[in-house]
């Protein structure tokens, strides 16, 4: 049996510049992301039966791909042309829908194990390039790129995207001390509201590039390359106060019911002594992110709002597999 692990990821600075409908209209998207120690794991196994035996959130058992309805699953296998006689069971730490990447990890995950289930080795930047094509090219999914980039790659790490759909990435340099406060004062709780990020992002227009949409993503872009300056700096307060700076701009270009509560929860948390908070991922739900030096009273007040802690550690080997 081959088994991969591949993680999950947090957005650092710059998210939604990823989008090719800004990206290849704009210059260069950017953003700073890290991958976390929670994983997707897809395990491939040789089974009897002429079939694809297939187990995620559910269960199907077809003699033909094309009768697979799992979309991402059946791209894959017609883009290794894997023949039928497997079986393909898939576990996350973190349930889909809560802003962490699941879609993006799990297509890396799942190509990662179906090639070396075919004796073939891919780097994972040709992983994370294979995954975000089928997704964006195939599938038509209006999603960005640092989903499959970081969960492929690992660490606390910078994207470029770029109009010719290159992509250049380079580690966060940061001092060993700085690293290790930065990450001590990151926390991640859970809002309890699970949402597709597709249907989210659909509902963005992105396509129609309105100037105030524009702006807002020029500005978030500047907002990437603040966030990897004050990393680099080892200036944790200063990046943590800048979190709250980007979910400002979030909440501008998505306004709702939802995000109005989740506006005042993070206000809540900053009075409880966080530098800064935003919500993780496309919107309407999901994962807030704080940073703070004061966990013990920031986990107190999060607890008031029913939001339990997800403890988190930065994950630095990105996708991996192993045979057992």
């Known amino acids: 049996?081959?088994?991969?692990?591949?993680?999950l990821r947090i957005s650092l600075g710059g998210g939604g510049t990823d989008l090719p409908s800004f990206y290849r209209l704009n210059g260069p998207g950017f953003l700073v992301a890290a991958a976390i120690d929670k994983y997707v794991y897809v395990a491939a196994h040789r089974n009897f039966e002429d079939k694809y035996l297939l187990k995620y959130s559910e269960i199907e058992n077809v003699a033909e791909r094309s009768d697979i309805r799992h979309p991402m699953i059946r791209s894959i296998l017609e883009e290794y042309d894997i023949e039928p006689g497997i079986e393909i069971s898939s576990i996350a730490d973190i349930p889909a829908g809560t802003g962490l990447g699941s879609s993006g990890s799990f297509a890396v995950g799942l190509i990662k194990s179906l090639t070396t289930y075919n004796?073939?080795?891919?780097?994972?930047?040709?992983?994370?390039?294979?995954a975000s094509r089928l997704e964006i090219e195939v599938l038509k999914e209006p999603v960005g790129k640092q989903d499959q980039y970081i969960a492929a790659k690992g660490g606390i790490t910078a994207f470029e995207f770029r109009a010719d759909e290159s992509v250049h990435s380079y580690p966060v340099s940061m001092r060993e001390s700085d690293r290790r406060d930065f990450?001590?004062?990151?926390m991640l709780f859970y809002t309890g509201i699970r949402r597709s990020a597709s249907e989210e992002l659909r509902t963005l227009k992105f396509e129609s590039q309105s100037t105030s949409l524009r702006d807002n993503l020029e500005a978030v872009r500047a907002?990437?390359?603040?966030?990897?300056?004050?990393?680099e700096n080892g200036e944790i307060d200063k990046y943590g106060k800048m979190l709250s700076d980007q979910w400002?701009?979030?909440?501008?270009?998505?306004?709702?019911?939802?995000?109005?509560?989740?506006?005042?929860?993070?206000?809540?948390?900053?009075r409880s002594g966080a530098f800064g908070g935003k919500l993780i991922g496309a919107g309407g739900g999901g994962f807030i992110?704080?940073?703070t030096n004061h966990r013990s009273k920031l986990r107190s007040m999060m607890e008031q709002h029913g939001m339990a802690e997800v403890p988190i550690r930065i994950d630095y080997e990105g996708s991996t597999v192993q045979w057992t």
């Open 183 to 186: 990450e001590t004062s990151l």
């Open 289 to 291: 992110l704080f940073s």
């Open 223 to 231: 907002a990437g390359y603040e966030a990897i300056t004050a990393l």
């Open 1 to 7: 049996m081959i088994i991969s692990r591949t993680p």
């Open 119 to 130: 004796r073939q080795y891919v780097s994972n930047e040709k992983l994370a390039e294979v």
């Open 248 to 270: 400002k701009l979030k909440f501008l270009r998505q306004p709702s019911a939802v995000h109005a509560e989740i506006n005042s929860i993070i206000e809540s948390g900053i």
